[in-house]
């Protein structure tokens, strides 16, 4: 019986898997991250520029642009015609803050000479302050009468605030008014406005009959700020006085209404007047790691909370500096340390005993060049 042979064993077919690609799954990853990121970006933007919230953001990063030498740069936040829009608005509200007539709210009580130790106030006294971005110092001078306008020793060129209370012996200086200065790198030679110092006119470019505004102290005590025509000045007898703004303070009534109006974060130096005739300083660090700086909402609200009836500003940024017994206090902004300034503020046991000389006596103002060192 013949045997019948079984068909022979086709082997099933095997399918070969296609090895996958290695860099495919990290293509994929890297595309939803630029996804995402694209996403997040997008809505940022639209926060940034469409929302309330989002263009106070923008404003208050164009107004602490405009307050820098990069001015030009808050154009792409804003535009070139609202950057334009903003500096003038800023300028108009502090022109219009100038202009209300103070209501004599300071008594100032006479400084007994031979009071006991006991009940005498400090002349000087220095505290910190900081908030949210900012820290900086508080210094209160007790008697008015005894500060004075300090200029530079020598034609040509400014001086540091720490040489001027060093070549005087005063025993504190904070930086004063403000200068011509081209594109932020002048010599510091040539202020702006009017400097008065012990009652005499040490430089004016307005005429006596020109407007200006001012930082002052008369001689009773008083400290005048806001705008006053040169010739007024002299008849109301202020004896010590620079020119900056704005006067946000007057009559006790703080005139900057919120963050959005205060003009920036920035170094800050401004000064005060309690109702008993103290003087206050703010001096804040800023552009720096350890302080931002300060809007000029903050100072208000820092000079209001210790009875000031009166504050203006003094010249800010890289300008800002306290020097305290020959030591620097605070950190200036610069990386450069001190500037070269024409005016600073500064404090004497005897003030009338003070060797401040007019240094631009003489000098045809019109020719100086505020950018040659």
């Known amino acids: 019986m013949a045997m019948q042979q079984s068909a022979p064993q086709v082997p099933a077919r095997q399918t070969r898997r296609k090895?996958?690609?290695?860099?495919?799954?990290?293509l994929r990853l890297?595309?939803?991250?630029?996804?995402?990121?694209t996403a997040f970006m997008l809505a940022g933007l639209c926060w940034f520029f469409l929302t309330t919230s989002g263009t106070n953001i923008r404003f208050m990063m164009a107004d602490t642009l405009i307050t820098t030498q990069h001015r030009d740069w808050a154009k792409y936040l804003i535009g070139s015609d609202e950057l334009q829009k903003r500096v003038e608005a800023y300028w108009k509200q502090f022109e219009d803050m100038g202009v209300e007539k103070d209501q004599g709210l300071v008594e100032i009580a006479p400084q007994p000479s031979a009071a006991p130790a006991a009940v005498k106030k400090d002349l000087v006294t220095i505290e910190p302050v900081s908030g949210t971005n900012y820290k900086g110092y508080l210094v209160t001078i007790s008697d008015p009468k005894k500060l004075r306008i300090a200029v530079p020793e020598k034609q040509g060129k400014g001086e540091k605030v720490s040489s001027m209370v060093?070549?005087?012996?005063?025993i504190l200086g904070v930086n004063g008014g403000g200068f011509i200065d081209p594109n932020w790198e002048g010599n510091g030679f040539q202020p702006e406005g009017i400097?008065?110092?012990?009652?005499?006119?040490f430089y004016n470019d307005k005429g006596m009959n020109g407007s200006v505004n001012v930082v002052g102290i008369d001689k009773e005590g008083r400290m005048i700020a806001g705008k006053y025509k040169v010739s007024e000045l002299v008849a109301m007898g202020v004896q010590e006085a620079v020119s900056f703004s704005p006067?946000?303070?007057?009559?006790?009534?703080g005139q900057i209404k919120s963050q959005a109006d205060g003009w920036g974060i920035a170094p800050r130096t401004s000064m005060a007047q309690t109702k008993d005739g103290s003087i206050l300083f703010c001096v804040i660090d800023g552009r720096q790691t350890h302080s931002i700086g300060a809007t000029l909402y903050d100072v208000q609200q820092i000079f209001l909370a210790h009875g000031a009836v009166t504050a203006a500003n003094l010249d800010g940024g890289a300008s800002t500096v306290l020097v305290h017994n020959n030591e620097i206090v605070n950190k200036p902004s610069s990386e450069y340390g001190?500037?070269?300034?024409p005016t600073a503020w500064l404090v004497?046991?005897?003030p009338e005993t003070a060797n401040i000389k007019?240094?631009?006596e003489g000098l045809d103002i019109s020719k100086i060049d505020p950018s040659k060192w």
């Open 19 to 26: 090895p996958k690609r290695k860099g495919s799954a990290g």
């Open 30 to 37: 890297m595309l939803g991250t630029v996804a995402v990121c």
């Open 166 to 170: 060093k070549h005087t012996g005063a």
């Open 195 to 201: 400097v008065m110092s012990g009652g005499k006119i």
């Open 247 to 253: 006067r946000f303070i007057v009559n006790g009534v």
């Open 338 to 341: 001190e500037r070269y300034l």
């Open 348 to 350: 004497f046991d005897h």
């Open 358 to 360: 007019n240094v631009w």
